[in-house]
């Protein structure tokens, strides 16, 4: 019993004692709990910060962020990727593969083929792609992404950042423009400098040569490495660099430019003193530091040494001067009054706007009346008294001249009659007429010069002017092409004849002065009848009148008997007053012209013959096809006697020559040809490069002018097409030629360039005069011109057609109306293919998976369609579907699977081309397609339509199996 009772003390002991541990335990767990639920919360506020924070940095910074699952079917974006595409928050997000639409062409692909390209685990990409925002504008954006997987490579979810970098890409491409016209002007500084007869360089801001031009080399007898990295101070004197070097550091301190530094330098491969004038400008940085200077030297020696002459001569004058000053002075003092006063008499009386001046040669005295200082641009007060007066304002180019003129008047040589330029201290120059009287001592010795300056700068301008236009004309004459031959109203005398005018005419003499015999002495015949030109009717006489004439049939008979047509215009000469002085004609030689005419008319009759000869041999192919389909069903599907088996055989031979003879009608309605010279070419390139080499013509010829002519260009990423890349200038040349031509009084030409279509598409357009429709229906034809023969020969449009055309291009006007401007657009076909993607849906056929093959043939003839059907089914025993239009086809596609698609190209509504074009990309170039055609076809097409086969028209059921086993082998 007392054992009993100690066990269940025990019991209850324990179980207290359980309890308490059960509250303990019980207690750490509220604790626990409360912790966690407050560990949780902050977490939850962290979480909600942190998102804060993101959206904000995202806002900020212009990012958006999306997510999508492996099937597309959840996608997420954050509030300001809608901003970047330019979608309303509240649409739905866009899945990846709807994404398309909003790239600009070619930049979906690359995105694309980033996804599509990830295989391993969180494999990420960083891309910058061009996108349309929802407005309208292009942007740029920057896209990083990466795709998870799971360990077995399966894609769980797709997810990226995508950032809006327009501005950047647009300081991008201003900087790059900026970096290519820097380099430009260093170029042609370069060029200039090389050119010229003066000596550029440039220093650091240390004074030491970066560049030289090469000629240093005649100015100091130094190669240009024995000049760069040292200083102008290591080539002068001792002295003359401590000088120039303490100048030059006083300039520099100020950042200010070199005006006219005189300094002396050893050359040292003459071992003499070079006199050099320095000019320069500073060079800074974008803080505005000093990096040095670029300049330019002129070579002065020669006329500071002969400054120097002049003024020891000078010295030994006055030297002498005051040696005879005390012995002859009142002698000379009365004979100076009296030869003064008569000669200021005479001068004030008729100077007028003389400007007046007297030289006391002997004590070096000048006095100046009030013209004097307006003539020379001084002032009075700066005023120095002496010659250094009129010799510091004479032009450095004539002063030599006028100081050698002056002495040797004084000398008794001559008299001091001369003109010379004085250069005004603000760059003004004029032109002044100079005569001095020099009045002499007893002995002869100069002691006085009096005379006048008169300004005759209108006068020298006036004669300049003439010259350069008397030049200009006698370049002009010397080198037309035209012949001008002018002669004397109303006597007829001849009295000009170009060089060209002999070489057209044949005849190295001019005509006698009778205008009674002009027709005789040129052998002049009408073209139409041959008979002698009457001297009457001729335009050179009719000018004589006041009347204009144009003439352009004539025919000249050469002194060797060749006769040659001209065309003829001419034209009287007045003086100011309306009185016809002259007559002058212009006359070309067009006899090229004319066969080129005759020429080209026959070449239309045969082209027209050709498209004829064309559509026949068309309809011939049909029809033959039609007869070889059913020999080769009636052959092969009845039971005949061997004599019709021969019957028909012999009828498929004859089928057979005729089917080549229509291949023969056929190649010669076939004008075109291929070309062997041409290449990949890129076409951006050739216009940048076509507008820098036209800018003489819509630049500066119009600036100097007063007129502007902008060209704006807008050129899109585009691949290379196949051309000629010379013949591709000249075409752009003459356009551009025309579009400035176009615009007489400046405007904007406008070039864009793009894809559209899978071909490279070019626009040019101008806001000029434009066309009316029947220069629009004309413009490409040979010799059509709007400008007359005397500006063009209306071959250039001409030529750019057909050199297009040649290339596989297209060009045609787009729009155009009178005061409207006008729009060309040129096409031309891709030379690089895309690449092909593989279409999951569409498995590749080993030869030996299938042998019976399926076979869509599409054909708008009823009978060849139906032919076609028999000998692919019943003779061939393959299974074969057709149909009667591209539609049809289509429609069969959608809902069947075929391993070859067979097409006529002649059908209404959509080509056979078209519809290869629609079914390679339908199924990415993975659908073998042949084409049944009686033309050539070229590889080229071929390549741009995705077509492997060719059946030519009209085919057998031989030929009809020999493609089927092509296509089973892979071939």
């Not at 890409?169 to 090389?194: M, P, Q, S, V």
């Not at 309306?578 to 026959?602: L, M, P």
């Not at 615009?743 to 899978?758: D, E, Q």
Request: with cysteine.
């Amino acid at each position: 019993m007392e054992s009993r009772m100690s066990l269940e003390d025990r019991n209850k002991s324990d179980l207290r004692k359980e309890l308490q541990d059960l509250r303990k335990k019980h207690d750490a767990l509220l604790l626990a709990n409360t912790t966690l639920s407050q560990q949780h919360d902050d977490a939850s506020a962290l979480l909600r910060k942190n998102r804060d924070e993101i959206r904000d940095v995202q806002r900020f910074g212009a990012i958006g962020i999306w997510r999508e699952n492996n099937t597309g079917t959840q996608v997420s974006w954050s509030e300001e990727l809608y901003s970047i595409y330019g979608f309303s928050p509240g649409s739905l997000p866009l899945a990846l593969s709807q994404l398309s639409k909003i790239f600009c062409p070619g930049y979906w692909d690359l995105f694309k083929a980033a996804l599509c390209g990830t295989s391993k685990p969180a494999d990420s990409y960083e891309l910058e792609l061009e996108i349309m925002h929802q407005e309208g504008s292009k942007r740029w954006i920057s896209v990083r992404g990466k795709t998870t997987f799971t360990r077995n490579g399966d894609v769980i979810e797709q997810m990226g950042v995508v950032k809006d970098i327009t501005s950047n890409k647009i300081l991008e491409i201003e900087l790059k423009k900026a970096r290519e016209e820097i380099r430009e002007n260093e170029k042609r500084f370069k060029d200039l400098a090389g050119s010229s007869g003066d000596w550029f360089w440039e220093v650091d801001e240390k004074g030491k040569y970066t560049y030289s031009s090469s000629k240093a080399n005649d100015f100091l007898g130094l190669r240009n490495e024995e000049i760069i990295g040292k200083t102008p101070f290591d080539f002068m004197p001792a002295e003359e660099a401590k000088r120039v070097a303490a100048i030059f550091s006083k300039i520099s301190a100020t950042k200010s430019p070199i005006l006219n530094l005189e300094n002396w330098n050893t050359n040292n491969k003459k071992k003499e003193l070079r006199c050099l004038l320095t000019n320069g400008v500073p060079l800074l940085d974008e803080k505005g530091h000093l990096k040095g200077y670029r300049g330019i030297d002129k070579d002065i020696t020669d006329i500071k040494l002969t400054e120097l002459a002049l003024k020891e001569k000078n010295e030994e004058y006055l030297a002498i001067n005051e040696t005879l000053k005390e012995t002859n002075l009142e002698l000379i003092n009365a004979k100076e009054k009296a030869e003064e006063s008569e000669f200021r008499l005479e001068l004030a009386t008729s100077s007028g706007q003389l400007g007046i001046w007297d030289w006391d040669v002997k004590n070096n005295i000048m006095l100046w009346n009030e013209r004097m200082f307006e003539l020379y641009g001084s002032k009075k007060d700066q005023f120095p008294n002496n010659d250094d007066a009129w010799v510091n304002g004479l032009h450095p180019e004539d002063k030599q001249r006028a100081i050698e003129e002056s002495t040797r008047a004084l000398n008794g040589g001559k008299d001091f009659d001369t003109t010379f330029r004085v250069l005004h201290p603000n760059g003004n120059i004029l032109y002044l007429k100079a005569s001095g009287s020099v009045i002499r001592d007893s002995e002869g010795t100069a002691v006085r010069m009096i005379g006048i300056n008169s300004d005759i700068t209108e006068r020298k301008e006036a004669e300049e002017s003439l010259q350069k236009q008397n030049n200009l004309f006698d370049t002009l004459l010397r080198n037309l092409e035209m012949g001008v031959y002018m002669i004397e109203a109303p006597s007829g005398k001849p009295l000009l004849a170009n060089a060209a005018s002999f070489k057209i005419l044949g005849r190295d003499m001019m005509p006698p002065s009778s205008t009674e015999t002009i027709s005789q002495w040129f052998n002049l015949l009408k073209t139409d009848t041959l008979e002698p030109y009457p001297n009457e009717e001729l335009p050179i006489v009719v000018a004589m009148k006041g009347i204009t004439k144009r003439v352009d049939d004539m025919v000249v008979v050469r002194p060797d008997g060749t006769k040659i047509d001209v065309e003829v215009f001419g034209s009287p000469i007045t003086d100011q007053k309306g009185n016809i002085w002259a007559s002058v004609v212009t006359f070309h030689d067009i006899t090229d012209r004319k066969r080129a005419e005759k020429a080209y008319v026959q070449n239309q009759r045969l082209s027209t013959i050709g498209e004829m000869a064309a559509s026949v041999a068309h309809d011939f192919n049909n029809s033959l096809q039609a007869m070889s389909g059913n020999i080769d069903v009636v052959k092969l599907k009845t039971q005949l006697p061997e004599s019709i088996i021969k019957y028909l055989n012999n009828i498929e031979s004859l089928i057979t020559d005729v089917a080549s003879r229509v291949r023969s009608l056929q190649r010669f309605g076939d004008t075109s040809h291929e070309r062997k010279d041409l290449q990949a070419v890129d076409l951006n390139a050739i216009i940048i490069e076509s507008i820098t080499q036209t800018r003489p013509l819509w630049k500066d010829s119009p600036e100097k002018n007063g007129m502007t002519i902008d060209i704006k260009t807008q050129l899109g990423e585009i691949m290379k097409i196949t051309g000629n890349e010379g013949e591709l200038k000249t075409s752009f040349l003459n356009i551009l030629k025309n579009s400035i031509e176009a615009m007489p009084k400046g405007g904007t030409i406008s070039i864009t360039s793009g894809i559209k279509h899978k071909k490279v598409v070019l626009t040019i357009s101008d806001t000029g005069i434009g066309m009316n429709e029947e220069t629009k229906t004309k413009l490409f034809h040979p010799f059509y011109t709007t400008k007359g023969f005397d500006a063009g020969r209306g071959l250039g449009m001409s030529s750019v057609y057909t050199i297009f055309r040649e290339m596989g291009g297209d060009i045609s006007v787009k729009f155009s109306e009178p005061g409207k401007g006008t729009v060309i657009e040129l096409v031309f076909p891709i030379t690089m293919q895309e690449e092909k993607i593989k279409d999951q849906e569409i498995k590749k056929r080993t030869p030996n998976e299938k042998i019976k093959l399926k076979v869509l043939w599409v054909e708008d003839d009823d009978t060849i369609r139906e032919n076609a059907s028999t000998i692919v089914q019943e003779l061939l025993g393959h299974t074969c579907d057709t149909a009667n239009s591209g539609k049809t086809a289509l429609k069969l596609l959608k809902k069947n699977s075929y391993d070859l698609v067979i097409t006529d190209i002649g059908m209404p509504d959509m080509s056979g081309w078209e519809l290869a074009g629609v079914i390679n990309s339908m199924f990415h170039g993975n659908l073998p397609i042949a084409i049944v055609s009686g033309w050539q076809v070229e590889e080229s097409k071929k390549k741009e339509y995705g077509v492997k086969y060719v059946l030519g028209k009209p085919f057998s059921m031989k030929a009809v199996e020999t493609l089927f086993a092509n296509l089973k082998s892979g071939k």
